[in-house]
């Protein structure tokens, strides 16, 4: 991993609190090593053929050889821009310009293929889920978004049941259990 993508994944974790590295004050070993976090950008090699084709002439442009992981969003949404302006009835027309914009529909692209909603998000889902090893974090694998959350489920009131993890009496992850009482130590 270089040191532009460290320092992109830093700034990012650091910009919202979080710190994942113990020699940085950062998350103690044992935390981390339970530890998952999801963000919006995937490994080069999960994206789209013409994904990783961008990576690719990055790579040679600016010699970067792991550029920062948001370029290829920065990239996608100045193309976007530029076929919006072209699509627009008058592109010095601001409600025409939304218009067309809102009319973006199955536009292929180096993020994969999407359509703008009536929100005027992308229908892209992807996610990636890293894991902190040796205090960085490391790809773990993909995940899509959506769906409704079932009430009682994940993030919903009344999800947490007594005796979760990290409750007195709770399994803790990879078995065992808190002593009545204790917290699970960091």
Not at 104 to 118: A, C, M, P, Q
Not at 121 to 126: A, I, K
Not at 131 to 152: M, N, S, T
Not at 155 to 177: D, I, K, N, V
Request: aromatic share 8%.
């Amino acid at each position: 991993m270089s040191t532009e993508t460290e320092a992109a994944q830093r700034w990012i974790c650091e910009s919202c609190g979080f710190i994942y590295d113990p020699e940085e004050g950062g998350l103690p070993q044992r935390v981390g090593e339970r530890t998952k976090v999801t963000v919006a950008t995937l490994e080069p090699d999960q994206y789209p053929p013409e994904g990783q084709e961008f990576f690719e002439a990055y790579h040679q442009e600016y010699g970067e050889e792991d550029p920062n992981p948001y370029a290829i969003y920065g990239y996608e949404a100045a193309r976007l821009l530029l076929d919006v302006l072209e699509r627009a009835e008058d592109p010095t027309d601001r409600a025409a310009v939304i218009e067309a914009l809102f009319n973006t529909k199955d536009r292929e692209s180096v993020l994969g293929t999407y359509s703008i909603d009536d929100n005027g998000d992308t229908t892209l889902t992807s996610y990636g889920v890293y894991r902190i090893e040796d205090g960085r974090l490391v790809f773990d694998q993909e995940v899509q978004a959506g769906g409704e959350a079932e009430p009682g489920g994940a993030g919903e009131p009344g999800a947490e049941e007594p005796g979760g993890a990290g409750e007195p009496g709770g399994e803790e992850p990879g078995g065992g259990t808190a002593p009545e009482g204790e917290s699970p130590e960091e």
